[in-house]
């Protein structure tokens, strides 16, 4: 075990992903996340890697999907508006089976919005932005030390099945300053030699395209992806439960939302009221299960996010008409309050 | 008799995936010329761009990337990044190169990437069809512009792209040749050997750009679409050396 | 003397372009007759007479890889 260190969410995120062995990192600056270009850039050379300041985000997603083909461990990260820059990216990504971690520090938005945090890129982040069908591993870190622990976690799923995986945070996460410890990186190996380009001698060339125009075949690739996305369905789906045993009415909230409401049921418990709180750690796969079993017993669930209601779509699904669903929502930037939040509870259980 | 030409074993054993007397085929037959002579085939990563020259993949036995339209690159600066001993073929053609990825080749040779760029400039967008290119002529004719391009008319000028690219830091060399004949076409083998010995001995970004004749979307007969590159293309633009070993070349073409 | 050449022609790779009798300063080469094609309906290149040197610029004109050349 490492020793205690205090540090920014975006440095952290930085730092995991020098341990978790990423050697090629291109960024683009914008609000709030340049601490970790300007860390990749101090650091990530010195300790044998590659940054690159690319011309725009459009450029350096593809500066990942460069550095991905040769089987290097390759980053990007940005805010709202470089990561609508970034979906066809990332769909090329996943149509031509490419490992990569993205980080998305969310803002307000839409538009330029604000630098204000935000949770308004969920859909994005889970419906897919980009084209065609497909999905990535969404995780949403809570704290500056879970951000840290499932950036080294996200390449290793990426390896693992050859496809992207976001990181949604947003600037409260990223700015925030916190104590925290890195652990030691998995050391798994991933064996890329099947389809990685360069150095080839003795054997067949490699192609790697997203790109077939024979009857059949794209859909035959889908079919395949639907597999795959399958399987990370199966495995890959994390979620936190948070005194949801006993509770009378259930928070569902990722990331910074989660810390607020997380705080709500502690000051909530203290007045004698049972509540508790389902935190997806990740948002696709989305833990429905959990949810789904929850709302067997329990009449009202209270879905808090930083927008105007976008997993509330995914809970609703999960729930399927079991109980009663609440919404608190603050959009373009705004963040609940939690005396705002412990009202509208209140009256949740009244009504 | 000796055999003094024989078919470069770097192609599958089948005909280019082109239309007939398309350029690109006997670009394609120049590069791997000069990948076989630097005894490179085991350290080419081939950027296979979005246009008709993304069928490249399936004609050449080489490691092939194959990125998005005009991020071709950004695509070939990770790769380069990742592996700089490899030797990184850009391969690009105008509305790749000229339109939709004008920023990511700007920045590439501008960072100097240590890659050589291959830009096939056929004045035309081949694989769709024939619209307008970046690069199409004044008065040319395609399906987007029926009546001829006409710059007063607000669909720009055609980009002189050696020319644009020669004045930055990063290039190392940078000239215009053509594939319409014979002798053009040993010319262009002797630049693209250029451009590779450039990458081998790490002196930055190199661009070939290859006036190449596109006959199906011009409505010619190839050898008309050749004529077409000798008496209207050079004309516009001119041929040779713009940049060489970082120097820029004082012309007097226009 | 000039010397003596021949070539060989991949029929069923040669797509009938004519750019390489454009390049031969021999008039050495002509296409097939419209109605003799290959597999794939391309008339293809023929040797029409002894005039071949050998020098090779028809096979550099070949966007098909369709020639190989012989010289003495
Ligand atoms: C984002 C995106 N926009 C448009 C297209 C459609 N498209 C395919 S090829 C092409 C033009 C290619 O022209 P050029 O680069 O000149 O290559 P050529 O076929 O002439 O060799 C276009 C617009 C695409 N594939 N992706
Ligand atoms: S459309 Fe034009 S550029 Fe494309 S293969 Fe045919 S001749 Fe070549
Ligand atoms: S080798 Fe020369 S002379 Fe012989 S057919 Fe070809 S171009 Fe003509
Ligand atoms: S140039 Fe090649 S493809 Fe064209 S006619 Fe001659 S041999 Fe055939
Ligand atoms: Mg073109």
Redo the contacts with the bound molecule.
């Keep these: 075990m490492g020793e205690k260190q205090l540090m920014k969410g975006n440095e952290a995120i930085a730092e995991a992903a020098i341990r978790a062995g990423m050697t090629c990192y291109f960024g683009y600056p914008i609000t709030p996340q340049n601490e970790i270009p300007a860390y990749m850039a101090k650091h990530l050379p010195k300790r044998g890697g590659t940054f690159i300041q690319a011309e725009s985000e459009i450029a350096a997603i593809n500066m990942v999907y460069g550095a991905a083909c040769t089987g290097a461990r390759a980053m990007t990260s940005s805010s709202s508006p470089g990561i609508s820059l970034k979906q066809?990216g990332i769909s090329y990504l996943v149509g031509a089976r490419l490992p990569a971690v993205i980080v998305n520090i969310a803002r307000g938005g839409p538009g330029l919005g604000n630098i204000a945090p935000s949770q308004a890129d969920y859909f994005q982040a889970v419906k897919g932005g980009g084209h065609g069908d497909y999905h990535m591993v969404v995780y949403t870190p809570e704290t500056v030390q879970e951000a840290a622990d499932l950036t080294m976690k996200a390449f290793d799923v990426a390896d693992e099945y050859r496809n992207p995986v976001l990181i949604l945070g947003d600037a409260i996460l990223g700015q925030m300053m916190e104590p925290l410890i890195f652990k030691e990186p998995s050391g798994r190996k991933f064996d890329k030699s099947s389809w990685i380009l360069g150095n080839r001698k003795g054997r067949k060339s490699h192609l790697i395209n997203s790109l077939s125009l024979s009857e059949g075949v794209v859909e035959q690739w889908n079919w395949e992806l639907k597999k795959k996305f399958d399987l990370m369905a199966g495995k890959e789906t994390m979620v936190e439960e948070y005194m949801t045993e006993d509770a009378d009415v259930i928070f569902v909230a990722y990331g910074t939302s989660a810390r607020i409401c997380r705080s709500v049921v502690n000051q909530a418990r203290k007045q004698g009221i049972r509540t508790g709180l389902i935190r997806p750690i990740t948002v696709w796969p989305f833990p429905s299960e959990t949810i789904a079993g929850r709302a067997k017993k329990t009449k009202h669930f209270f879905v808090v996010e930083m927008s105007l209601g976008q997993m509330i779509e995914d809970v609703r699904l999960a729930v399927l008409g079991n109980a009663t669903i609440h919404f608190h929502g603050r959009p373009g930037g705004g963040v609940p309050a939690e005396p705002d939040i412990m009202k509208q509870l209140k009256e949740i259980l009244q009504s | 008799m000796k055999k003094v030409y024989e078919r470069n074993n770097i192609a599958f054993d089948m005909p280019s995936p082109y239309c007939p007397g398309c350029g690109?085929g006997v670009i394609h037959r120049l590069v791997i010329d000069a990948i076989k002579e630097n005894r490179q085939e085991d350290n080419t990563i081939f950027m296979a761009?979005?246009?008709?020259?993304i069928l490249s993949y399936t004609y050449l036995d080489l490691d092939v990337c194959q990125p998005?339209?005009g991020r071709t690159p950004a695509a070939a600066t990770g790769i380069k990044r990742a592996l700089p001993d490899s030797l990184v073929i850009l391969y690009?053609?105008?509305?790749?190169?000229a339109a939709?990825g004008t920023a990511e080749i700007i920045h590439a040779a501008n960072r100097g990437e240590n890659i050589t760029a291959i830009f096939?400039n056929?004045a035309?967008?081949?694989?769709?069809g024939g619209q307008m290119?970046p690069t199409t002529l004044v008065g040319q004719t395609a399906t987007t512009c029926p009546y001829g391009r006409n710059p007063k008319d607000g669909q720009g000028y055609p980009i002189r792209v050696c020319e644009l690219l020669q004045s930055l830091g990063g290039v190392t060399y940078a000239a215009r040749t053509s594939v319409h004949s014979a002798p053009n076409v040993l010319k262009t083998k002797k630049a693209i050997q250029t451009g590779i010995e450039n990458q081998m001995a790490k002196k930055g970004f190199s661009i070939i750009e290859i006036l190449s004749a596109?006959p199906v979307n011009w409505g010619m007969t190839p050898e008309k679409a050749n004529q077409f590159v000798a008496n209207e293309m050079i004309d516009y633009y001119p041929l040779g050396d713009f940049k060489k070993d970082g120097k820029i070349i004082q012309r007097s073409d226009h | 003397m000039a010397k003596k050449g021949k070539i060989e022609v991949r029929i069923e790779h040669c797509k009938g372009c004519g750019l390489c009798i454009t390049a031969c300063k021999q008039e050495a080469i002509a296409l097939s007759p419209a109605d003799v094609t290959n597999s794939y309906g391309y008339p293809y290149l023929t040797m029409i007479n002894e005039n071949c040197t050998g020098c090779t610029m028809c096979a550099i004109m070949c966007p098909d890889q369709a020639i190989d050349v012989y010289r003495e």
């Design positions: 066809e | 690109h761009p979005v246009g008709c020259s998005a339209h690009q053609g105008d509305g790749d190169l939709i096939v056929n035309i967008y081949g694989m769709t290119a596109c």
